[in-house]
């Protein structure tokens, strides 16, 4: 019995707070908050941002962990300079959730995926199709084109530059957009799953010292849109008729349609068997080269 009691005295000595119904649903709406702002930062470019602040936290812990004075009192100094640098790098994100808040729309995008993967994939194989057909015919009568395909990043802020067109992708529209003297064939068009979403948008340019001197405007603003987010890019050469793909920013001339097939089908994100198998055996094979 004494025995008992004691149990008992020693967790009363504890002083364990007893939680309220209050605090459980205070809980819960920071956890649900948290969920959600953490989704809406995946799918902007902070989340990578966000991912290279914990590895530096990781090294700071380390830091105070080990004692090492020195690079604590460099971190305490650049620290409230990173602060602004955060701020600025993500001034594009933070003017897009505060335009939304005066829109009444935050809510609908914070609960909402801009990205949604279905079956086929991030787009179809007929989207995929069409874009083969348009760039290659486009190719034969040399008429320039810079076609851009979202995959997980939004492209919302290259979008506003450039006129909502909002049409389900086919070739004839593809072409008839890239048209010489048409209203929209100067700038980029934009695609988001089966949908082309701008035209004339513009796009930044890279400044990567290593390409070619005589690639041109477009061929640079395909490598610059890729340097910045994972979207994949297909031009159209207007001088060769060459039809090119720009990815993590690099650029590859597409031999034939069957090659630029597999570079779109490479971000399609298709959940099929004969995918995971291709993508098991693309594997194999960059093991097998490297060895």
Known sequence: MSGSHNFLQYFTNLHMITPRVTDIIEILIIAYMLYHILRWLRKTRAWSLLKGVFVIGFFITLAAIFQMNTILWIIQNVLSIAAISIVVILQPELRKALEDIGEKNFINNFLSDSTKVTAEGLFSDKTVSEIVRACFEMGKVKTGALIVIQQN???????????????????????????????????????????????????????????????????????????????????????????????????????????????????????????????????????????
């Open 153 to 291: 990043q939004p492209l919302d802020e290259y979008e506003r530059t450039g006129i909502e067109v909002d049409a389900a992708v086919t070739s004839q529209l593809l072409i008839n957009i890239f048209e010489k003297n048409t209203p929209l064939h100067d700038g980029a068009v934009i695609i988001c799953g089966d949908r082309v979403k701008s035209a004339t948008c513009y796009l930044p340019l890279s400044d990567n010292l290593s390409l070619p001197k005589h690639l041109g405007t477009r061929h640079r603003a395909g490598v610059g849109i890729s340097e910045t987010t994972d979207s994949m890019t297909v031009i159209v050469s207007e001088e060769t008729g060459r039809v090119s793909v720009a990815y993590k920013g690099q650029l590859e001339t597409m031999k034939d349609a069957e090659r630029l097939t597999e570079r779109l089908e490479s971000i399609q994100n298709k959940q099929t068997e004969d995918n995971r198998k291709r993508k098991r055996r693309k594997e194999k094979e960059r093991v097998k080269n490297e060895a």
